[in-house]
T-cell receptor
Framework: AQSVTQLGSHVSVSEGALVLLRCNYS??????LFWYVQYPNQGLQLLLK??????LVKGINGFEAEFKKSETSFHLTKPSAHMSDAAEYFC??????????FGAGTRLTVKP | ETGVTQSPTHLIKTRGQQVTLRCSSQ?????VSWYQQALGQGPQFIFQ???????GRGNFPPRFSGLQFPNYSSELNVNALELDDSALYLC???????????FGSGTRLTVV
């Protein structure tokens, strides 16, 4: 069975600071990995995905993530936080059948 | 624009009642999954439909059932509602051969 663990339910950064949201996965087959963002009272929006091509994946809004098989990690980063980045972020893993499982989420707060 | 439309957006039901939630996916999206997201938690996989047949199920009881129709719409039915069924229900769909989902904005179900 596949699963992801997001380290840190709440991360707080200052505007302009580095954003780092951590995700570790467990999968018995080559995983497909995703980061989604959720704003209050909305659905999930795809930020980026890893599907076995380049290990460094660039997404929307300046976010990127690096797949590290040796560490079973897929951490999300952004060099400079913006106030509009404040939201809930979910890491997810799926198999080739699109059986997708989510982590518990990390709430990002951006301080002015 | 998500391309996945869910209705209704909000719903209040009484314990013991039955509810039907609806989802309309983009043309060609023949895989649809439903997720339950309780307040402050990550989405939990309910089931997946592929070409109108159930193709996988999470840890949910049989009173959670679904249907997928040829016009790329789908339904989630929940019988004998319980207070713990109060949550945001998310529909997600994908094109054949793609990985990752497009999510709708969800239906907020409150059971009283």
């Amino acid at each position: 069975a596949q699963s992801v663990t997001q380290l840190g339910s709440h991360v707080s950064v200052s505007e302009g600071a580095l954003v780092l949201l951590r995700c570790n996965y467990s999968s018995s087959v080559p995983p497909y990995l995703f980061w989604y963002v959720q704003y209050p009272n909305q659905g999930l929006q795809l930020l980026l995905k890893y599907t076995s091509a380049a290990t460094l994946v660039k997404g929307i809004n300046g976010f990127e993530a690096e797949f590290k098989k040796s560490e079973t990690s897929f951490h999300l980063t952004k060099p400079s936080a913006h106030m509009s980045d404040a939201a809930e972020y979910f890491c997810a893993v799926s198999d080739k059948n699109n059986d997708m499982r989510f982590g518990a989420g990390t709430r990002l707060t951006v301080k002015p | 624009e998500t391309g996945v439309t869910q209705s209704p957006t909000h719903l209040i039901k009484t314990r013991g009642q039955q509810v039907t939630l609806r989802c309309s996916s983009q043309s060609g999206h023949n895989t649809v999954s439903w997720y339950q997201q309780a307040l402050g938690q990550g989405p939990q996989f309910i089931f997946q439909y592929y070409r109108e047949e159930e193709n996988g199920r999470g840890n949910f009881p049989p009173r959670f059932s679904g249907l997928q129709f040829p016009n790329y719409s789908s339904e989630l039915n929940v019988n004998a509602l319980e207070l713990d069924d109060s949550a945001l229900y998310l529909c997600a769909s994908s094109l054949p051969g793609t990985y990752g989902y497009t999510f709708g904005s969800g239906t907020r179900l409150t059971v009283v």
